[in-house]
């Protein structure tokens, strides 16, 4: 199984990739770590505590930045929720974070692994600009980075920017200036992972984690019941465990961190014309009929 560490701020898609995450045979997550998004970090972290609670997971969780580097944070609760992960009542629980903040836990997870480490992350780059400040050491000992984040086309929160980079440009600036082996899975992709009305209204008969997601996304704005649920953030665990079903190109990306009107816009060169090294994999193609089979198939083995 590939050991990971998984970056989020839950956030009602990612709850479904956490669940992809755990629940994947292939993948053996190590550690989440949480960061301030989709709304404040004390958020995501109640969230992503209540789902290993749920799901019974002995996995353990660090708290994360609670803004990004240089800007305050504008959040989404009005995809999410007030709660971040509205629409479902978790059981009451006594888990609590590690004590050190997930930079740390990171880096400590990084610099013990025997084989370098693969890292997830599905929310601002906060946490992760923060270690590779901090510890640029563990640049070494980082096997890839895969991201939900960017866009080579139009944005979700501004019309050039993507909500994971809007709303920390110079974060995900940094990172993709680090020489890290990167894989973006960005809108190009994303939008396309659409769970369809009849594939949602089946979610409550596979087991309890289908009713407590058909609720969630009950309560999620990425698209609507009716019409379909985009899944950004389980892109990336799909990659992870079925990168067939992406086409991917080697790009050179930079995040724009000046502009007035298009902070956090990511400027993917497909066809080489700044004449850059590339310094990511973009995921510009999905195999969505294959993405929504392995859904299923992963939802399935969740209890
Ligand atoms: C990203 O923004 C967040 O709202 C989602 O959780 C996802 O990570 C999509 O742009
Ligand atoms: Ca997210």
């Known amino acids: 199984r590939l050991p990971?560490?998984?970056?989020?701020?839950?956030?009602?898609?990612?709850?479904?990739a956490i669940a992809a995450a755990l629940f994947a045979p292939e993948l053996d997550v190590q550690l989440i770590t949480t960061?301030?998004?989709?709304?404040?970090?004390?958020?995501?972290?109640?969230?992503?505590?209540?789902?290993?609670h749920f799901w019974q997971?002995?996995?353990?969780?660090?708290?994360?930045?609670?803004?990004?580097?240089?800007?305050?944070?504008?959040?989404?609760?009005?995809?999410?929720?007030?709660?971040?992960?509205?629409?479902?009542?978790?059981?009451?629980?006594?888990?609590?974070?590690?004590?050190?903040?997930?930079?740390?836990?990171?880096?400590?997870?990084?610099?013990?692994?025997?084989?370098?480490l693969t890292l997830v992350a599905i929310g601002p780059l906060t946490n992760i600009a923060l270690l590779l400040t901090h510890y640029p050491e563990c640049i070494f000992?980082?096997?890839?980075?895969?991201?939900?984040?960017?866009?080579?086309?139009?944005?979700?929160?501004?019309?050039?920017?993507?909500?994971?980079?809007?709303?920390?440009?110079?974060?995900?600036?940094?990172?993709?200036?680090?020489?890290?082996d990167i894989v973006m899975c960005g809108l190009d992709v994303t939008n396309q992972a659409v769970l369809t009305p009849d594939y949602l209204e089946q979610l409550p008969q596979l087991n309890e984690t289908g009713k407590m997601l058909h609720s969630l996304f009950s309560h999620y704005r990425s698209g609507s019941m009716s019409s379909g649920l985009r899944m950004h953030d389980l892109c990336a665990i799909a990659w992870l465990v079925r990168p067939e079903l992406f086409a991917l190109s080697p790009c050179?990306?930079?995040?724009?961190?000046?502009?007035?009107?298009?902070?956090?816009?990511?400027?993917?060169?497909?066809?080489?014309?700044?004449?850059?090294?590339?310094?990511?994999?973009?995921?510009?193609?999905?195999?969505?009929?294959g993405f929504r089979r392995w859904v299923s198939e992963v939802l399935a083995l969740a209890p």
Do not use: C
Not at 73 to 86: F, I, K, T
Not at 253 to 267: D, I, K, M, N
């Open 57 to 116: 997971a002995d996995v353990p969780l660090a708290q994360g930045a609670a803004a990004p580097m240089l800007r305050p944070l504008r959040d989404a609760a009005n995809v999410h929720g007030e709660s971040g992960m509205e629409g479902y009542d978790f059981v009451e629980h006594n888990r609590q974070p590690l004590a050190k903040p997930a930079f740390i836990a990171i880096r400590d997870a990084v610099m013990s692994a025997p084989e370098p």
């Open 35 to 52: 960061v301030a998004g989709n709304v404040s970090v004390e958020k995501t972290t109640r969230n992503a505590l209540q789902l290993l």
């Open 4 to 16: 990971i560490v998984l970056d989020t701020d839950p956030g009602i898609d990612d709850a479904a």
């Open 252 to 289: 050179f990306v930079a995040v724009e961190t000046q502009g007035t009107w298009t902070a956090g816009a990511t400027v993917v060169d497909i066809e080489g014309r700044l004449g850059q090294h590339a310094n990511a994999q973009v995921a510009l193609g999905l195999d969505v009929d």
């Open 141 to 180: 000992n980082i096997r890839r980075l895969v991201i939900m984040g960017g866009s080579a086309g139009r944005g979700n929160f501004t019309p050039n920017a993507e909500f994971n980079i809007a709303i920390d440009p110079e974060a995900a600036a940094r990172v993709f200036q680090s020489g890290i």
